[in-house]
């Protein structure tokens, strides 16, 4: 088959052939270059053992790709007109299957276990970047059977996720992933390689999901540090004694105390563990 996704030029014949128009609501960049596109499955290490879950196929550039590497492909598009491009470009395949819907709604779990042999899998996403953080969120929450996920994200959103304490980046969207999974960045991608071009380079990251995550009540970690982030420049005392939790001062110094925290600690200073300290010694507390 002739493999030619990735040139600019394919590209633009296709787009007109179907007059199709992107979609910015979408946020419908495609790649269009081939060694982007290789180094993403690359950074998957994508073997013939590997079942896997794509979200956003656009025009199937990356599917093909992920397709003449893994056992089974199975690609969840929600813009309905790209369906029958995608049955133009792919229909060759026989380990690929196009799913269409949102991908915030699709059941995962009956995808995985009734199309991709029950997991673990691995998923591969250039997400539109309206819906990178609930769409993360939705694949390391869940408990699904994903082993990795190797994500295109804004280069901005990728600094914050792995930023280590004390950097300024670091916040709750560091400690949610880092929750739930080891964050890493593979490769830094410059604007220029998609068309059309989005305002911002992007960073693609790989998110290892941890086999055993840090036992604790999730809905006490969760609040602990958005109460914590809330007031970022205050101490851990006093933004943990304001916003959700609303504790009293005398509470909180009792169970920083006894996690062994310094009250006078700001959150960007804490890591997962110190959260998770917080959270387990909270509900003991007779407060
Ligand atoms: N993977 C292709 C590539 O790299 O060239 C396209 C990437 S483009 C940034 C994002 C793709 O996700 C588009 O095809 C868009 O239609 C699709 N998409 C947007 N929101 C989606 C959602 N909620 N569920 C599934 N697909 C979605």
């Known amino acids: ?20 128009r992107f979609s910015r609501g979408l946020g419908q960049n495609f790649l269009v270059d081939g060694n982007i596109v290789k180094g993403i499955c690359r950074a998957g290490e994508i ?14 550039t990356m599917t093909e790709e992920i397709g003449l590497n893994a056992k089974k492909v199975v690609a969840v598009e929600l813009d ?49 970047y309206y819906a990178t953080t609930p769409i993360i969120a939705r694949l390391i929450e869940e408990d699904l059977s994903i082993d990795t996920i190797i994500v295109m994200v804004q280069e901005e959103v990728a600094d914050r996720i792995v930023a280590d304490p004390g950097n300024r980046r670091y916040g709750s969207l560091s400690v949610f992933v880092n929750f739930y999974a080891y964050p890493e960045i593979v490769m830094d991608v410059p604007r220029t390689v998609f068309m059309p071009q ?34 970022r420049r205050k101490t851990i005392l006093n933004s943990l004694s304001s916003g959700e939790l609303n504790l009293k001062k005398k509470d909180i110094r009792k169970v920083l105390e006894a ?25 003991l507390l007779d407060i």
């Open 259 to 283: 996690a062994d925290i310094p009250p006078n600690k700001r959150a960007e200073d804490l890591k997962v563990e110190h959260f998770a300290k917080i959270s387990k010694i909270l509900p």
């Open 47 to 60: 073997t013939k053992e590997d079942y896997v879950l794509e979200i956003g196929p656009g025009l199937g």
């Open 198 to 231: 989005p305002n911002v380079d992007s960073a693609v990251m790989k998110l290892k999901l941890k086999q055993e995550l840090p036992k604790v009540n999730r809905e006490i970690f969760f609040k602990v540090v958005r109460s914590a982030f809330g007031k």
């Open 80 to 128: 309905e007109r790209l369906l029958p491009i995608l049955d133009e470009t792919l229909g060759g395949y026989d380990n690929i299957e196009i799913v269409h819907g949102d991908i915030l709604k699709v059941n995962i779990e009956g995808i995985i276990e009734e199309k991709l042999g029950g997991g673990p899998i691995k998923v591969i996403a250039n997400l539109p």
């Open 1 to 20: 088959m002739d493999r030619r996704l990735y040139s600019p030029r394919y590209v633009r014949e296709i787009l007109d052939r179907y007059g199709f």
